[in-house]
T-cell receptor
Framework: GAGVSQSPSNKVTEKGKDVELRCDPI?????LYWYRQSLGQGLEFLIY????????KSGLPSDRFSAERTGGSVSTLTIQRTQQEDSAVYLC??????????FGPGTRLTVL | AQSVAQPEDQVNVAEGNPLTVKCTYS??????LFWYVQYPNRGLQFLLK??????LVKGSYGFEAEFNKSQTSFHLKKPSALVSDSALYFC??????????????FGSGTKLNVKP
């Protein structure tokens, strides 16, 4: 069956450019999460969507980061005016109720 | 504040020996507890979870974990380690159903090295 997919798998951009990262969750999963994982580090929570509720944006590091989830399915994480410190692997996960989260393969973002 | 601690950045163990990867938590309510594994250049994979019931839960690849409410711990264990178990392990906690139970808190990760 289809798991969580993310695109692109790798993104190299120049400082100051905007980037969009996409996540396709598992069909029917009501919850969708974005995390950031810097090299050798743990997971940093960014944002969480649950059904039609207002998203929990408490983990977004700055107002340059935003995310939306259209139609309760696909989600896009946008980083404006990228900085070198934004370089990381961005992980998306989906889930339902209190079950385990299913993670996508991640997008490796490199800001030059 | 909600938090998860993995006190060891790295655990080294010889193949065939038992292994333990530690996790303690500070979360409101009755928590839901999880372990995930991340192999190099791969996404996170679910290993096991504790929701309710028996404190000892068994998961994938021969791993198990014991929920200890009094010590607020959920240590990951395996009786006999394999070289292929070498990976990065993450403990995760979600507050109980009376709270925002879909918010997950992850530990910082523990790198497990199993030597032949």
């Amino acid at each position: 069956g289809a798991g969580v997919s993310q695109s692109p798998s790798n993104k190299v951009t120049e400082k100051g450019k905007d980037v969009e990262l996409r996540c396709d969750p598992i069909s029917g999963h009501t919850a969708l999460y974005w995390y950031r994982q810097s090299l050798g580090q743990g997971l940093e929570f960014l944002i969480y969507f649950q059904g039609n509720s207002a998203p929990d944006k408490s983990g977004l590091p700055s107002d340059r980061f935003s995310a939306e989830r259209t139609g309760g399915s696909v989600s896009t994480l946008t980083i404006q005016r990228t900085q070198q410190e934004d370089s990381a692997v961005y992980l998306c996960a989906s889930g339902s109720s209190y079950n385990e989260q299913f993670f996508g393969p991640g997008t490796r973002l490199t800001v030059l | 504040a909600q938090s998860v601690a993995q006190p060891e950045d790295q655990v080294n163990v010889a193949e065939g020996n038992p292994l333990t990867v530690k996790c303690t938590y500070s979360v409101s309510g009755n928590p839901y507890l999880f372990w995930y594994v991340q192999y190099p250049n791969r996404g996170l994979q679910f290993l096991l979870k504790y929701i309710t019931g028996d404190n000892l839960v068994k998961g994938s690849y021969g791993f198990e974990a014991e929920f200890n409410k009094s010590q607020t711990s959920f240590h990951l264990k395996k009786p006999s380690a394999l070289v292929s178990d070498s990976a990065l392990y993450f403990c995760a906690v979600s507050p109980g159903a009376e709270y925002n139970f879909n918010k997950f808190y992850f530990g910082s990760g523990t790198k497990l090295n199993v030597k032949p």
